[in-house]
């Protein structure tokens, strides 16, 4: 059995509160093979010339100039036609390919990495082109930007310094979500929608300010949680290699046995474990009843769940949990959605039609001319009408926001927590020839009562903070006690008040 050795630093801080986890999206470290691991524990109209690259790029003619006029007279290569993009990860149909086409001449490089990167350069800026949420491409002339990139390109010697090149080139759109990963990164994307990897077990973070990678979690019941590995614990080796200088991704990929031999490698107590890499599904749902009894004796029982992502089987997942706890006679909800960055926006849609009924609006779309499209249920039957509290805070992002908006706007949840994180954005995701991957901001969000979700975020009802507390009490866990600390939890104590407000006044939402 293949093994894989890693060095962690471990560290003797408790796990995370439910609403404490970081806001950073962490990766999951992955693919069975065992993993021996080190832990510290602490705390991118010329005629072309016989030397020229033409290039056939589909789309809109923004000014109507010819492309090739600063690309004459260099190395030849062949040549790509841009049609449109295949991946899509909002519930928007694809737009259809524009029938006008650009001829573009460009430098060549001898490299031939970097050739095939300049290739992924038009490839990337044509879809841009066409589709990005913002016709004025934040007030820049980009068929320029184009020859100014492909220029820059030319004389380097990497296919990375050539991608960081079309990295840049996106960055000067304002939009950070719009981006290039490579075909590796691409990979993990991928792997983490789907719900499984192989691997170890463990999520992995890059601390800004030192560098450390830190345990963010690890999945219940698997090889990392079983040897004992904790949030906070610190990563310091894998298979006897240093981590130093590598970034979550570059780890993740070791974990799964992936790792490049050309990786750096090399007071606090260290320990070694050894781990077997496993197929392991990655939940992003736990549940939990809260029971507590009234003044008058009379128990009632509160049904938790918190969703961590959205993943391809979230509702699935959540259908499930909400009919068990149905099943018991759970008679109000908490959906905690504090910390979720989103995922599949669709997964966030499927969610919001277990807790509503009828044909009512779930969100709005708005394109790039302005055109606004709501996005409705058909004929939905929720599996329950008991009142139902949201949790929502700064880490709740992009299908949370979209989620959180749903139950709001259509008057079925009340929200407590903290405004969320502002991305209303949807992302078509294209793989481009050379196993990279494209996101495209192309249109954005807005809640069915037509409020702006991006760069604005989603307020709650109620603000949770202990002083606004007027019946506080440790409620007790009955079910999955891995869910701890709920006692501790303010924002849970607020939500169970907003429940009890809903009961008394014979309120089903």
Same mark, same amino acid.
């Given at each position: 059995?293949?093994?894989?050795?890693?060095?962690?630093?471990?560290?003797?801080?408790?796990?995370?509160?439910?609403?404490?986890?970081?806001?950073?999206?962490?990766?999951?470290?992955?693919?069975?093979?065992?993993?021996?691991?080190?832990?510290?524990?602490v705390?991118?109209?010329?005629?072309? =010339?016989?030397?020229q690259?033409?290039?056939? /790029?589909?789309?809109?003619?923004?000014?109507?100039? %010819?492309?090739?006029?600063?690309?004459?007279?260099?190395?030849?290569?062949?040549?790509?036609?841009?049609?449109?993009?295949?991946? *899509?990860?909002?519930?928007?149909?694809?737009?259809?390919a524009?029938?006008?086409?650009?001829?573009? /001449?460009?430098? +060549?490089?001898?490299?031939?990495?970097?050739?095939?990167?300049?290739?992924?350069?038009v490839?990337?800026?044509?879809?841009?082109?066409?589709t990005?949420?913002?016709?004025?491409?934040?007030?820049?002339?980009? *068929?320029?930007?184009?020859?100014?990139?492909?220029?820059?390109?030319?004389?380097?010697?990497?296919?990375?310094?050539?991608?960081?090149?079309?990295?840049?080139? $996106?960055?000067? $759109?304002?939009?950070?979500?719009?981006?290039i990963?490579?075909?590796?990164?691409?990979?993990?994307?991928?792997?983490?929608?789907? #719900?499984?990897?192989?691997?170890?077990?463990? !999520?992995?973070?890059?601390?800004?300010?030192? &560098?450390?990678?830190?345990?963010?979690?690890?999945?219940?019941?698997?090889?990392?949680?079983?040897?004992?590995? =904790?949030? &906070?614990?610190?990563?310091?080796?894998?298979? #006897?290699?240093?981590?130093?200088?590598?970034?979550?991704?570059?780890?993740?990929?070791?974990?799964?046995?992936?790792?490049?031999? *050309?990786?750096?490698?090399?007071?606090?107590?260290?320990?070694e474990?050894?781990?077997?890499?496993?197929?392991?599904?990655?939940?992003?749902?736990?549940?939990?009843?809260?029971?507590?009894?009234?003044?008058?004796g009379?128990?009632?029982?509160?049904?938790?769940?918190?969703?961590?992502?959205f993943?391809?089987?979230? /509702?699935?997942?959540?259908?499930? %949990?909400?009919?068990?706890?149905?099943?018991?006679?759970?008679?109000?909800?908490?959906?905690?959605?504090?910390?979720?960055? #989103?995922?599949?926006?669709?997964?966030?849609?499927?969610?919001?039609?277990?807790? $509503?009924?009828?044909?009512?609006?779930?969100?709005?779309?708005?394109?790039?001319? #302005?055109?606004?499209?709501?996005?409705?249920?058909?004929q &939905?039957?929720?599996l329950?009408?008991?009142?139902?509290?949201?949790?929502?805070?700064? &880490?709740?992002?992009?299908?949370?926001?979209?989620?959180?908006?749903?139950? =709001?706007?259509?008057?079925?949840?009340?929200? +407590?927590?903290?405004?969320?994180?502002?991305?209303?954005?949807?992302?078509?995701?294209?793989?481009?020839?050379?196993?990279?991957?494209? !996101?495209?901001?192309?249109?954005?969000?807005?809640?069915?009562a037509? =409020?702006?979700i991006d760069?604005?975020?989603?307020?709650? *009802?109620?603000?949770?903070?202990?002083?606004?507390?007027?019946?506080?009490?440790?409620?007790?866990?009955?079910?999955?006690?891995?869910?701890?600390?709920?006692?501790?939890?303010?924002?849970?104590? +607020?939500?169970?008040?907003?429940?009890?407000?809903?009961?008394?006044?014979?309120?089903?939402?």
């Amino acid at each position: 059995m293949e093994m894989v050795e890693c060095s962690l630093v471990a560290t003797l801080a408790p796990r995370p509160l439910p609403g404490q986890v970081r806001k950073a999206l962490p990766r999951p470290a992955a693919f069975g093979a065992r993993a021996r691991l080190r832990v510290r524990s602490v705390g991118r109209e010329e005629p072309l =010339h016989p030397q020229q690259t033409a290039v056939r /790029a589909s789309g809109p003619d923004h000014g109507g100039r %010819a492309l090739g006029q600063a690309a004459v007279g260099f190395a030849a290569a062949a040549v790509v036609s841009l049609t449109g993009f295949s991946g *899509d990860v909002s519930p928007l149909p694809t737009p259809p390919a524009r029938a006008e086409s650009l001829t573009v /001449a460009f430098p +060549v490089s001898k490299a031939r990495e970097v050739n095939r990167v300049q290739r992924t350069l038009v490839e990337t800026w044509g879809l841009i082109r066409e589709t990005f949420v913002d016709p004025t491409f934040n007030h820049q002339d980009w *068929d320029q930007k184009l020859q100014q990139t492909m220029v820059e390109i030319f004389p380097l010697k990497s296919a990375d310094a050539a991608y960081s090149k079309i990295s840049g080139m $996106l960055s000067t $759109l304002g939009d950070p979500f719009t981006r290039i990963i490579s075909p590796k990164e691409y990979q993990s994307f991928r792997i983490g929608s789907d #719900g499984n990897v192989q691997g170890v077990g463990v !999520f992995i973070n890059k601390e800004p300010s030192s &560098g450390r990678l830190l345990v963010m979690d690890c999945i219940q019941g698997g090889p990392a949680d079983r040897a004992g590995i =904790h949030e &906070g614990d610190e990563l310091v080796e894998i298979d #006897g290699k240093s981590v130093s200088g590598l970034d979550g991704e570059a780890a993740a990929q070791r974990l799964r046995g992936r790792g490049t031999d *050309d990786e750096r490698g090399g007071g606090l107590r260290q320990k070694e474990v050894q781990l077997s890499r496993e197929i392991i599904n990655l939940s992003p749902l736990s549940t939990a009843i809260i029971s507590h009894r009234t003044d008058d004796g009379h128990e009632c029982k509160t049904g938790y769940v918190r969703l961590a992502s959205f993943y391809q089987t979230a /509702a699935a997942e959540m259908e499930n %949990a909400v009919k068990r706890m149905e099943d018991i006679g759970v008679q109000s909800y908490i959906l905690d959605l504090r910390n979720n960055p #989103g995922g599949l926006v669709k997964a966030g849609l499927d969610v919001a039609q277990i807790w $509503l009924d009828g044909d009512e609006t779930l969100v709005n779309t708005i394109d790039r001319e #302005g055109n606004v499209l709501p996005i409705n249920m058909i004929q &939905g039957h929720s599996l329950t009408h008991d009142p139902l509290v949201v949790l929502v805070n700064e &880490g709740s992002a992009s299908a949370s926001e979209i989620l959180a908006g749903a139950l =709001h706007d259509n008057g079925r949840a009340i929200l +407590v927590g903290h405004r969320t994180f502002g991305k209303g954005k949807i992302q078509s995701v294209t793989e481009l020839d050379d196993g990279s991957a494209l !996101f495209i901001t192309v249109a954005k969000y807005l809640s069915p009562a037509l =409020h702006e979700i991006d760069q604005v975020g989603i307020q709650p *009802d109620i603000q949770c903070s202990p002083d606004i507390l007027s019946l506080p009490r440790a409620p007790s866990l009955r079910e999955n006690s891995n869910a701890t600390n709920l006692e501790m939890d303010s924002c849970i104590m +607020v939500a169970e008040q907003a429940l009890e407000i809903q009961q008394s006044k014979g309120s089903a939402s």
